[in-house]
């Protein structure tokens, strides 16, 4: 959940309970309650001692206020807090709702985000994550960052990876070798293409309304769990990458109809050294790979004009048959299963245990907010 480092010395609830009662002579038990828009100074503190980023408070509020689920949950609780005895946040994690849609229904689904706690208090932070997972009427909760020890105490949980992907691998296509320069970034280094199909591969600079009709085209053929992806709901997930140019919108249009999109993020090294673009979701309308191979192919090309070095799908989703049906040239191991879900809903659990109900990708989880 974004702290990779965190709980390291606990593996599961009884763990977690143990380490509790061993703190009680060191420090005093903090204050559990729920998380408010005015925490935000303390919440934001705390994310930053223990080594998470800083959004600034109107992005670090627009995972809820402008959150297209919290229409249906308008006392939606953004999260919780430890509170020491003297008021300050000594931890804390949020509460981001999703909409998911599966054979025409409607499910809550939720991933944590920004967990953390302070060092001297994290024998307490199973109950932050114990408030997360027993809130009522979530039907799944979704986890896409999660560290090997967090991942560990997931497991522990019930959580489960998905049955579709390989999320402990990355597969990468090279298109530049570091320390050549490439195409300055911008709208130039994406021209379109005409396929022979008729279809024009083309980069967007926003989420217009041929989204939305696409989305109700595939929500109401797909057989796939889906979160929401109407327009609202991806201008609500990309509003401050697409600001701060991290995000490239590729789409794929028969006439004015788009039958299919790829998102990508700009996500480089640490040390700066590996310029790498991240495939973070990929949709269309009919089956087969041949138009996917195209959109990735297409994706490579301006990739390598805008002296990006590697193209990188982590979890491998995009080689399943009824995508792309063919695995990328070169793959890495990541350190851990980095996509784990629970169903709660005894009926989406049932479903889920089929891989063909599945099409998971970045764009699930917190893993790209």
Not at 314 to 330: D, H, K, M, V, Y
Request: glycine letters at 8%.
């Amino acid at each position: 959940m974004g702290v990779n480092h965190f709980l390291r010395s606990n593996t599961g609830p009884a763990a977690g309970a143990q380490a509790a009662s061993g703190l009680k002579q060191a420090v005093k038990p903090p204050l559990l309650r729920p998380a408010a828009l005015a925490d935000y100074p303390g919440i934001a503190a705390l994310q930053e001692a223990n080594g998470l980023r800083r959004k600034p408070r109107e992005e670090w509020e627009h995972l809820w206020t402008e959150n297209p689920a919290i229409h249906d949950h308008p006392d939606w609780n953004i999260g919780w807090v430890l509170e020491d005895d003297r008021g300050r946040i000594v931890g804390s994690i949020g509460n981001v709702p999703f909409t998911y849609h599966f054979d025409a229904r409607k499910y809550l689904g939720v991933t944590g985000c920004g967990w953390a706690v302070d060092p001297a208090y994290r024998g307490f932070s199973i109950l932050l994550l114990s408030s997360l997972l027993q809130q009522p009427g979530v039907d799944l909760h979704v986890t896409t960052t999660p560290g090997p020890t967090t991942a560990l105490l997931f497991s522990r949980l019930g959580f489960a990876p998905p049955p579709a992907g390989q999320w402990n691998r990355a597969a990468l296509w090279v298109v530049n070798i570091p320390g050549l320069h490439g195409t300055r970034p911008g709208a130039a280094a994406w021209p379109p293409q005409r396929l022979k199909t008729g279809i024009e591969l083309r980069r967007r600079a926003e989420f217009d309304a041929a989204f939305d009709e696409f989305w109700e085209a595939k929500a109401q053929s797909s057989q796939l769990l889906l979160a929401s992806r109407s327009r609202a709901a991806l201008d609500w997930h990309f509003k401050y990458a697409l600001r701060q140019d991290w995000i490239r919108i590729l789409g794929a249009y028969l006439g004015s109809r788009l039958v299919a999109y790829a998102i990508l993020e700009r996500r480089d090294t640490q040390q700066g050294n590996l310029k790498r673009m991240r495939l973070v979701d990929y949709q269309q309308l009919d089956p087969g790979p041949e138009l996917c191979r195209s959109v990735i192919a297409y994706a490579i090309q301006c990739c390598r004009r805008e002296g990006i070095h590697v193209l990188e799908n982590a979890g491998c989703w995009i080689e399943q048959p009824s995508f792309l049906g063919r695995t990328a040239p070169f793959h890495r191991s990541l350190k851990c299963w980095t996509y784990l879900y629970k169903a709660p809903n005894p009926n989406l659990h049932s479903a889920l245990l089929c891989p063909v109900h599945w099409h998971p990708t970045q764009y699930d989880g917190d893993a790209c907010l």
